[in-house]
């Protein structure tokens, strides 16, 4: 069952990346601020989001790497335009459509049909909070 289910998720291109509330984040002259210490999804090794909206061009995920950095990326992949998804185990970012594309964490193409690399964003910590160059 689990196997039909990743199929129809792959065709109607659904992440498992959970979408952050909107009032944890905002977005001013192209920075990011995420209020980290209440965001439970990266307060583990391994854990992502994303964001969108609220004057963002692109969906933004972040994700918390299991040697403990924070990283940030354009969430649309260059072959169909479809989020990315956070893949822990295997260090990489995924596509979420049926061809599954795949990013290493530069945001570089390891494979699948991307046209291209996927934009990556400088982040530091400042007090308490994530910035996000974007």
Known sequence: M??????????????E??????????LENGTLRVKLGQVS???VKGGAVYMRGKGLDVPVLIIRTEDDRY??????????????DHVPAE?????CSLGHSTYDYDGNVIKGMA??????YATEISGGDLI???
């Open 2 to 15: 689990a196997g039909i289910m990743g199929i129809f998720k792959a065709l109607l291109g659904k992440c």
């Open 17 to 26: 990346t959970k979408e952050l509330d909107p009032g944890l984040w905002s």
């Open 41 to 43: 999804e990266l307060s």
């Open 71 to 84: 990283m940030a990326f354009a969430s649309k992949c260059t072959h169909g335009g479809r989020k990315i």
């Open 91 to 95: 260090s990489k970012l995924r596509c």
């Open 115 to 120: 046209k291209g690399p996927i934009a990556k």
């Open 132 to 134: 996000i160059r974007l």
